[in-house]
Nanobody, 115 residues
């Protein structure tokens, strides 16, 4: 059974940076497109960034130029570098992939950005 474990969240001031990590197990990580989603209080889950097995990336307009997704296939880990953080980036951040008609989610890591 595939498992995803996020880490790296915390409290940061506006303008600060954080790097999130997501460690995968129980799956052929290198073949998966990996995503980061986030869910702010009282809102739906939003796709933040995607990275394909080949390293092609895509971002939500709200984070372009500030966030960077990357992966280390040797470590079965995907990262989200978040710079110039804003209070509106406050959310629980989730790692995700979709494979064989199933969605796999981590439990999330909370990012709080104070103004």
């Amino acid at each position: 059974q595939a498992q995803l474990v996020e880490s790296g969240g915390g409290l940061v001031q506006s303008g600060g940076s954080l790097r999130l990590s997501c460690a995968a197990s129980g799956t052929i990580f290198s073949g998966n497109t990996m995503d980061w989603y986030r869910q702010a209080p009282g809102k739906g889950r939003q796709l933040v960034a995607t990275i394909t097995p080949g390293g092609t990336t895509n971002y939500a307009d709200s984070v372009k130029g500030r966030f960077a997704i990357s992966r280390d296939n040797a470590k079965n880990t995907v990262y989200l570098q978040m710079n110039s953080l804003k209070p509106e980036d406050t959310a629980v951040y989730y790692c995700h992939f979709y494979k064989y008609a199933m969605d796999y989610w981590g439990k999330g890591t909370l990012v709080t950005v104070s103004s």
